[in-house]
């Protein structure tokens, strides 16, 4: 196993994050917005803007979880308790001591335990909460009956809100995230030119050099 | 390839020169007409009306003797039967029946009251039943000329409703005969409740030629449509009474060649009125299932520079000065007039222009407190109890006038009552100034109970608001309801968004959110701190 520069967010991959980003801090200012938090725009505004950004999204999404089954990159979210805990113990402890991260990224396993469940955890159950709820909640206003419910049930709207405030939550560690270890921008620049450390097996590495030469760089610091 | 560019450019030239073409030579204008219908006929050259008339049903006589089925027709209609039975609710409705929260009531008062009934002769208790005394020409009269007075003369205090008025050229007027305009109607219906736009809000003489700001469809520069574009009529009967309204119209303009008796905005509009191709315009047209048209597209009624009347107190009626009524007019309205706050025959008023409307969940159907009502008195009373709710699919949210008052009731027996105001005898409230006795024979000429004591209670009546619609760009902005504090603050049974939330829901987010930020700030500091420890040792 050797450490090496090589290409892990493809040219999709960063542009899915990237989008997702600008919608989902659109889709928070604005949908603050319609709550009533703010009134820096007006409501008409945010409402447009709001339903076309989530629309918008939802495309995005239809695309990226096409993406990830089709390119077998979803198995890099699936959940395992391997080497968890020593990413929680140096979260809370080690990372005070001077140690250094635990983790090298492997060429299936770009992310860490912990950082696998959290980014799972986003997919599976706040996006699938917003973005349900959001369609419901069109449907309702749109124009859609179902028996007994001819309002607005209030509980799609807490539902929206509910999982608007836990993605402000995980938005806010996420960020901090960033800060910690080699510093914001070390942990930004990947996602910007899709280049990371990521120890190899001798295998991946000769598989790369022959099949993908372009997306391993040899100033690997491994 | 330039040449088929050009050949292109002229064919697509020759095609709209083509279509302007084709559009002229049809004839279709813009021409803005009052009435759908020309007339081919010019009543001035009827043998039949080269008479000089004396009276108004000398005019009927001749009217009747061509158009003969008219009479037949409008004796159906609620204008001259002042009487409406709902099916659904049983009761029994019209000017008849009916006790309102204005001049309370006009059976018994009909020696008065009847200047707006479409007849000829009517007295106390009595509207006459056949054809002859059918007054066509209230309706029908495109002079101006024409006017009706109280068909009695009630008590020598009131004698001032009489005074200086120009003799009727009758053969003039029936010779210029033609459909109702806004005038027409609005000779009685822009002063009900004894005033212009006192009862109703949205109709008052500025109606009959409303600047566009106030209504843009009855605006002489808008569609400069009259009453009938809208209330469609068949066989002298038509459609849109308050009574039993449709508040939610499912079928929209209906196909082409079928006349649609229909007075919604939906009949012209359709069910998806804005036009279509962005999200805002989307957004609005879900609203139209919940929200009547007229909710936004009327933001204010008693526009235009004359007052309605909002609130009206009997409880002060009666005062006299050196032992006769008068009158204070302490509200100058938009247009300069001088308006009643205190009327001996009434009591005391309020008055109001540019009145925001209430709203309220409404399915069309409205319950009556009758005369036969007995109510709990420790409650406003609703004269007419709106029905529908956020649960009910045919509701809408509806803007109404709400006009409240307090009225005289029977103290013991907890009911409305007929009030014998009119009347040439030493009962009648409007010259006598003693309500007890005039209720009293209001009440024994209804041959209904009436305890001897008279109370007065605080009344509500709803009057939808349904005339007035602005213009598109003065319609309601969104932030009207979607806010803290709006104009649908207690409507209740929907989620409004910026209006509603959880707050239960919001509290424990943004404490997570401030428990967040504090563990990310102990974490960095801590981490600092460490760091900093390292290198110094």
Known sequence: MSMHRIMIYTRFERLWHWLQAGAILTLLFTGLRIHGIHTLISFETAVNIHTAVATGLLVLWAFATFWLFTTGNWRHYMPTRQGLWRIVRFYSYGIFQGEHHPYRKAFWRKHNPLQAAAYLGVKVVIFPMVWISGLIYLYLVLGGTWTGLVNFPPAVALVHTLAAFALILFLMIHLYMLTIGKGFIHHVTPMIDGFDEVDLSVVEEAYLEADEPGHIKDNADG | ?537
């Open chain 2, 1 to 537: 390839m330039k040449r088929y560019v050009q050949l292109l450019q002229i064919l697509l030239l020759l095609s709209c020169f083509a279509g302007t073409i084709t559009w002229a030579a049809y004839g279709y204008s813009e021409e803005k007409t009052a009435h759908p219908i020309s007339t081919t006929a010019d009543h001035s050259q009827f043998k039949v009306l080269q008479k000089d008339f004396k009276t108004g049903p000398e005019v009927t006589e001749a009217c009747l003797s061509c158009h003969n089925q008219a009479g037949k027709q409008i004796m159906k209609n609620i204008h001259w039967t002042w009487s409406y039975h709902n099916k659904k609710t049983g009761q029994l409705l019209g000017k008849e029946h009916l006790i309102n929260n204005f001049c309370s009531n006009a059976r018994g008062n009909e020696g008065m009251c009847a200047q707006c009934h479409i007849s000829y002769g009517a007295k106390n208790f009595k509207l006459p039943k056949t054809q002859d005394k059918i007054d066509c020409l209230v309706c029908h009269d495109t002079t101006g000329s024409y006017y009706r007075l109280p068909p009695t003369k009630g008590s020598p205090a009131c004698s001032i409703l009489f005074a200086g008025k120009k003799p009727i050229d009758w053969k003039q007027v029936a010779q210029n005969v033609g459909m109702p305009g806004r005038a027409n109607c609005g000779s009685c219906h822009f002063y009900g409740g004894g005033g212009d736009n006192v009862k109703h809000g949205d109709l008052s003489s500025i109606m009959a030629n409303p600047p566009k700001s106030v209504d843009v469809h009855m605006s002489p520069d808008g569609q400069n449509f009259a009453c009938t574009a809208c209330h469609m009529t068949r066989n002298h009967l038509w459609s849109g009474s308050r009574y039993q309204l449709l508040a939610k119209d499912t079928k929209g303009v209906g196909k082409p060649g079928f006349r649609r008796m229909a007075t919604s905005c939906e009949s012209c509009h359709g069910l998806t009125p804005h036009p279509k191709g962005s999200v805002k315009h989307l957004m609005l047209n879900t609203h139209v299932k919940r929200v009547a048209c007229q909710s936004c597209h009327i933001p204010a009624f008693a526009r235009g520079g004359v007052a309605t009347r909002t609130f009206w107190d009997w409880r002060t009626a009666g005062r006299t000065k050196n032992g006769k009524g008068f009158m204070e007019e302490d509200y100058t309205q938009g247009n300069g007039e001088k308006r009643e706050t205190y009327w001996s025959i009434k009591g005391n008023f309020k008055n109001g222009e540019n009145v925001v409307p209430y709203y309220a969940w409404f399915n069309g159907e409205t319950i009556y407190t009758t005369v036969d009502t007995h109510f709990d008195p420790t409650k406003p009373v609703d004269i007419n109890h709106l029905e529908g709710s956020s649960e009910d699919s045919a509701s809408r949210i509806w803007p109404f006038k709400r006009m409240e008052t307090w009225l005289q009731y029977d103290k013991k027996y907890n009911n409305l009552v007929y009030t014998h105001l009119w009347g040439n005898d030493d009962e009648s409230f409007w010259g006598n100034f003693n309500l007890t006795k005039a209720v009293a024979r209001g009440m024994k000429d209804a041959n209904l109970p009436f305890s001897g004591q008279v109370g007065f209670i605080k009344t509500y009546s709803y009057w939808p608001t349904t005339h007035m619609v602005a213009p598109k760009e003065n319609a309601l902005a969104c932030m009207e309801c979607h806010s803290a504090s709006g104009r649908l603050d207690g409507i209740g049974g929907i989620y409004l968004a910026s209006h509603d939330r959880f707050p239960w829901l919001d509290k424990t987010a943004w404490i997570a959110i401030a428990l967040t930020a504090l563990a990310i700030l102990i974490h960095m500091l801590m981490r600092l701190f460490a760091g900093a420890r390292r290198r110094q040792s």
